[in-house]
């Protein structure tokens, strides 16, 4: 049932306790604390009643934690710290540009600025990232709610598990949305799919978010390149400023222009990785049968491996609860309802709510941040110092904000969303194919697109930076703005797609 008879263990935990400590509380199964009744009475003490939970936590402890982690980490507090580390930036060049004269700013005492303002930058966005909602928690009075079984239900007291086992449906029930921590044992638990059917059940308008964890790691290597990328081009432009300045001096943008294949050579190779496991797992799901998921209790006799103690049979639960709301109570009916209920909303997941690219845009975001932090620090003082004698410094610092929005939310993610899609087309003519000469292509041809189009791109932004006068300049680039924004929207953010109805 999804009716809470005990409000007693609607219980919630903020999201910095997933967070804390760098995940530890994702590291260790709630087997393990079963075990040790001290510290099951602190890590229930971690939660506390609520009338309402914000959120409910559908995940399996067979994924890899660290995986979880990041994913969870890049969810929550990602738009917090690419917002902050902005901001940062912004702030430091707007100061510069307060306090730079009609001379520029020359010599080391730029460089100097740079590596302050820029180093700042990155060391707002790290704290913002990993500790964004312990700062919330402590400024705000009211803290979100979310449910984690191995805090909020009692795992050492046998009569508190009991009665929180026996009243998921009902907290479920009384959940605004659920979180899907979806990897590729998630649908191969029992109590998974069950949590997506009672929720759907107690709550159909409810929001359901699907978030692949396998993806979290992966974007944390996209980040990497997206970084070294970012460093590079800082050091480019600091060696040698001039031919980014001058749209004739093209050949000497070459060497730096062609630096920059291997970043995106990486992304396309990293992201080939990661939409071969996204389509492994929408193939796992379609095929997908609750009759062969497995439980703790049957795996192990029904009785616990540690203590030896009788466990009740989850199985019959689950089973008799999916028979009482899909088949009217019919078992076989029943499961066979449910089964296509998973399948349905399952199939298409990617493209339905991850977008186009399969990738969501905050995960983007990660990547793209390094680049609108550092670059354009980097061309604000060579800018400065190049054309001093014929533009306003106080001029720069309005272009460099539109510059600064264009790089970091708008240009690098519409870069990296054409490459992700193209990956994705790729890797499924990749699986149908299966030849050495499909997985080549697949592997180099995206990246070396999106390559073409930064520098395309490039190009145009050092054209129209050098020929127009600056209030038709300005107009331009918001023009161009304006398209960038359209097609980072068609990309990334999903077309209304009901889950199954």
Not at 63 to 81: E, I, R, T
Not at 120 to 133: D, E, G, K, P, Y
Not at 196 to 214: C, D, M, R, T, Y
Request: aromatic share 12%; hydrophobic share 45%.
């Amino acid at each position: 049932t999804v009716t809470l008879q005990d409000k007693s263990v609607l219980r919630g935990t903020p999201i910095s306790t997933l967070l804390g400590h760098f995940g530890r509380e994702l590291r260790t199964s709630p087997d393990k604390v079963a075990g040790d009744k001290k510290l099951a009475e602190v890590t229930f003490r971690k939660s506390r009643a609520f009338e309402e939970l914000d959120m409910f936590l559908s995940h399996s402890w067979h994924a890899d934690w660290f995986k979880k982690y990041v994913s969870l980490l890049f969810y929550f507090n990602g738009k917090a710290a690419v917002t902050a580390g902005m901001l940062a930036c912004l702030l430091g060049l707007a100061v510069q540009s307060v306090t730079a004269n009609q001379d520029g700013v020359k010599g080391n005492g730029g460089i100097v600025a740079e590596v302050v303002i820029g180093a700042a930058s990155i060391v707002v966005f790290l704290t913002v990232l990993f500790f964004w909602r312990h700062l919330t928690r402590s400024l705000c009075s009211r803290t979100s709610s979310t449910f984690f079984d191995k805090v909020c239900i009692h795992q050492a007291d046998a009569q508190l598990k009991a009665k929180g086992i026996s009243s998921i449906g009902g907290i479920i029930g009384h959940s605004r949305q659920l979180l899907v921590a979806w990897d590729s044992s998630y649908f191969t638990r029992l109590w998974c799919p069950f949590e997506i059917a009672a929720f759907k059940v107690s709550n159909p308008g409810g929001k359901v978010v699907v978030l692949p964890i396998e993806t979290g790691a992966i974007v944390a290597w996209l980040s990497l390149a997206g970084l070294i990328k970012a460093v590079g081009f800082a050091v480019v432009i600091t060696v040698d400023p001039y031919p980014m300045f001058h749209f004739p001096d093209w050949e000497g943008r070459i060497v730096m222009e062609v630096l920059f294949l291997l970043p995106y050579l990486l992304f396309a190779k990293v992201h080939y990785e990661n939409q071969r496991v996204l389509l492994q797992l929408e193939s796992m799901a379609s095929n997908y049968s609750v009759r062969n998921s497995e439980s703790f209790c049957c795996k192990h006799g029904h009785r616990h491996p540690d203590t030896g103690e009788c466990l009740p049979c989850d199985r019959d639960f689950v089973f008799q609860s999916i028979a009482h709301w899909h088949g009217s109570g019919d078992l076989e009916e029943g499961l066979d309802a449910f089964d296509q209920h998973i399948r349905k909303m399952c199939v298409g997941t990617i493209t339905g709510k991850l977008g186009r690219c399969g990738v969501p845009y905050v995960f983007a975001l990660m990547t793209t941040v390094w680049s609108g932090m550092l670059a354009p620090i980097c061309l604000y003082y060579r800018n400065l110092n190049i054309h001093r004698a014929c533009h306003d410094p106080h001029w720069e610092w309005p272009r460099m904000v539109l510059y600064t929005i264009d790089v970091l939310l708008l240009r690098e993610p519409l870069i990296l969303a054409l490459i992700f899609l193209l990956s994705r087309r790729l890797a499924q003519f990749a699986n149908r194919r299966r030849t050495a000469f499909a997985q080549c292509l697949t592997q180099l041809l995206p990246g070396a697109v999106g390559f073409i189009v930064y520098v395309l791109m490039l190009e145009a932004f050092i054209l129209l930076g050098n020929n127009l006068h600056h209030r038709y300049l300005l107009m331009a680039y918001v023009a161009v703005m304006a398209v960038e924004a359209f097609l980072v929207y068609c990309l990334y953010f999903p077309r209304d797609h009901p889950d199954d109805d």
